[in-house]
């Protein structure tokens, strides 16, 4: 049985690669915590779908997974890693538990989901993971989620590598801001850190169909916009004190 597996599901970008794999494979194995989001996903689409609720920080997450694959002798053709957050602050204006919760999900999950599904991928097989353009400098304000996507970007580089042999691809996935959920969870602190607003606001489904695309063609990376790719050569040329100056204008304080 060939499957896709898709952790952060539930909403999203997630939920919309979803839809952009839906009709390609056997199956579709569906992760997030939200339950009633992932049968409504799985209403709405024609390709089978097996739903996991899970919480990805938790250790025993993995092993249900791992179990299923191994049950089911499933071929995995492609993993897409959505599941995460970021919260915007300050060092003391995010609480430690929070900033230790962005790494778990952001990077720990992410790692144990790519080491999960490895052994079950063959030749062909393909790694999305969603990283950020906000790994292209260290954030302040931003510090901790930034981070954990500058781990990301690195990580799926190397990864790529270390799959070349394998011939299967990683692509990281490093977009702007996107019409999601996420900002709902990000300005959850009230933070007096946070930006003044999100331009430009890219849609989801642009960001994904073009990050399907790439990984199609078996691309490293994947970039969404000139504004984007503008901030990348800008992350690579600037200074950071130049580079840490202009986000700096961008927030309320
Ligand atoms: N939106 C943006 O502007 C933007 C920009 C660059 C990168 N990204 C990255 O893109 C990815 C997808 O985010 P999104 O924008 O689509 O945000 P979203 O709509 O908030 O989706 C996040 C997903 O992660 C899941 N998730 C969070 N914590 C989890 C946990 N403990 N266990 C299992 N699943 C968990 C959520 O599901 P449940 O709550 O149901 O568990 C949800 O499905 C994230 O990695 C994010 O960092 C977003």
Same mark, same amino acid.
């Given at each position: 049985m060939k499957i896709a597996i898709v952790t952060? *599901?539930?909403?999203?970008m997630g939920r919309e690669f979803c839809r952009i794999m839906d009709?390609?494979?056997?199956a579709l194995w569906i992760i997030a915590r939200r339950e009633n989001r992932l049968i409504e996903l799985k209403e709405q689409l024609k390709t089978p779908c097996k739903i996991f609720p899970l919480d990805?920080? $938790? $250790?025993?997450s993995f092993e249900v997974i791992e179990n299923a694959l191994k049950k089911e002798n *499933?071929?995995? $053709?492609c993993l897409v890693n959505c599941a995460g957050f970021g919260v915007f602050g300050r060092y003391d204006e995010v609480s430690d538990q929070t900033q230790q919760d962005m790494i778990d999900i952001n990077v720990k999950a992410l790692v144990s989901m790519c080491n999960i599904c490895l052994p079950f991928m063959n030749k062909g097989g393909r790694i999305i993971n969603l990283c950020s353009?906000?790994?292209f400098f260290p954030l302040a304000e931003f510090n901790v989620y930034a981070s954990t996507k500058a781990f990301v970007s690195s990580y799926s580089r190397a990864l790529s590598v270390e799959l070349k042999d394998r011939k299967i691809a990683v692509t990281s996935v490093s977009p702007g801001?996107?019409?999601?959920?996420f900002f709902t969870h990000a300005e959850k602190n009230n *933070? $007096?850190? *946070?930006?003044k607003y999100y331009k430009p606001m890219y849609s989801t489904k642009r960001v994904v169909e073009k990050a399907y695309k790439d990984s199609k063609k078996g691309k490293r990376e994947s970039i969404c916009g000139l504004f984007v790719k503008t901030h990348k050569i800008l992350g690579k040329l600037l200074p950071y004190s130049v580079a840490n100056f202009m986000w700096k204008t961008e927030l309320k304080k």
């Open positions: 952060g *599901a539930s909403s999203g009709n390609e494979f056997d990805l920080a $938790k $250790k025993e *499933a071929e995995v $053709k353009s906000s790994s801001w996107v019409e999601t959920e *933070a $007096k850190h *946070a930006p």
